[in-house]
């Protein structure tokens, strides 16, 4: 999944993942020549396709594209090779203003020994689109691994688990909130999962936010205290709708009309009020550059406009209001009876007229 943190729109010429494959060593992913075909929707305004190593993500028109949501892809059925090791992945963005840029920060993907007690560990749904929901945690093991005890702790830093709606164990002392399902770490409480737990599923919930789960393979010495010999890790995505605070609102000269301005994040579309009404029911979550022409309701106003983004799936909002504006008074131009075509610029700051010659 590719995601844009920031709150601007970024313009991307391409994006190139690379992931080594093609020798059985520790640093590659796999045996195989070429990375799996992407799997993805294909209704995305992006183009995702696999060439050996590299992963590249395009508009699917046009020379550029603006990431405003997630970029989801799937690379199913990858080989992965038997020597253990953690395999280096190469972002480089191409971007529209700034050229290519090698992300520098570093992306690994840790291939564990063939006799490490869990094969899998993932969360589904891997990402959430509104906040309160929940997800379930499974695991699969080996033959031997079944034998073992597992403990689950939910990984925040200290500021995020503050959070009313966070009630992982890997925080001591926070209350669980009503509704909410606890995890427990085997060490610390005592109380254990097993392989069947696993294949089961072990739901936990409400997440709130971006929430990484630690899974703990827990092993008892001969005299029976518990001891954790491997971890492995998954990450849930919380992806709710916002609206990034450069939106504007900006009058006519005239006083007429007003032009908007915004950029909504991780949503399906947005919803134009004017004055607690709905004006645009399905309006695009991108109209930062082309901006979103309204003519003011006749009377001195004030009229106020509100943007509402909707998230890509569950109930999830995001609103803006801009301020309040008052329509200007009209501006009356005395003309022939012969008056030609008119043209109005988008933002209303210019008109041209055009008058027939008499005769």
């Not at 504006?325 to 008056?339: D, E, K, Q, S, Y």
Request: negative net charge; proline residues 8%.
């Amino acid at each position: 999944m590719i995601s844009n943190p920031s709150l601007s729109g970024i313009v991307m010429r391409e994006i190139m993942i690379e992931i080594p494959t093609g020798e059985n060593i520790s640093r590659t992913i796999s045996s195989a020549p070429s990375l799996p075909a992407p799997v993805y929707d294909t209704s995305v305004p992006w183009k995702i396709t696999a060439a050996g190593a590299r992963i590249t993500v395009a508009p699917a028109s046009g020379q550029t594209g603006t990431v405003t949501s997630p970029i989801v892809f799937k690379l199913p059925n990858i080989q992965v090779n038997e020597t253990p090791g953690t395999v280096p992945i190469t972002i480089t963005e191409m971007s529209a203003r700034d050229g290519k840029v090698v992300d520098p920060t570093s992306y690994s993907l840790t291939k564990w020994p063939s006799d490490l007690a869990v094969t899998s560990f993932r969360a589904a749904p891997s990402a959430l689109h509104d906040l309160g929901q929940y997800v379930t945690l499974y695991w699969d093991c080996t033959e031997q691994g079944r034998t073992n005890s597992f403990g689950l702790e939910a990984e925040l830093s200290p500021i995020e688990a503050k959070h009313p709606g966070f009630v992982g164990s890997s925080v001591s002392g926070m209350a669980a909130s009503e509704g909410s399902i606890t995890l427990h770490d085997c060490i610390g409480d005592g109380i254990c999962y097993t392989s069947t737990d696993g294949t089961n599923g072990v739901r936990y919930g409400p997440v709130t936010q971006t929430t990484t789960f630690v899974l703990d393979i827990v092993k008892a010495t001969s005299a029976g205290q518990r001891s954790v010999v491997g971890q492995v890790r998954t990450t849930v995505q919380v992806l709710v709708p916002s609206i990034s605070p450069n939106s504007t609102l900006q009058q006519s000269v005239s006083g007429q009309m007003v032009t908007l301005r915004w950029l909504a994040y991780n949503s399906a579309y947005c919803i134009v009020e004017q004055d607690g009404q709905v004006l645009v029911e399905k309006a695009p979550a991108d109209a930062y550059d082309s901006g979103y022409v309204v003519f003011l309701p006749s009377g001195s106003g004030p009229h106020e406009y509100k943007i509402v983004a909707r998230a890509l799936s569950g109930n999830a909002v995001a609103q803006m209001m801009f301020q309040s504006v008052a329509t200007g008074a009209p501006i009356t131009v005395p003309m022939h009876n012969n008056l030609g075509p008119t043209i109005v610029t988008p933002d209303g700051s210019l008109a041209l007229l055009s008058v027939y010659p008499r005769g």
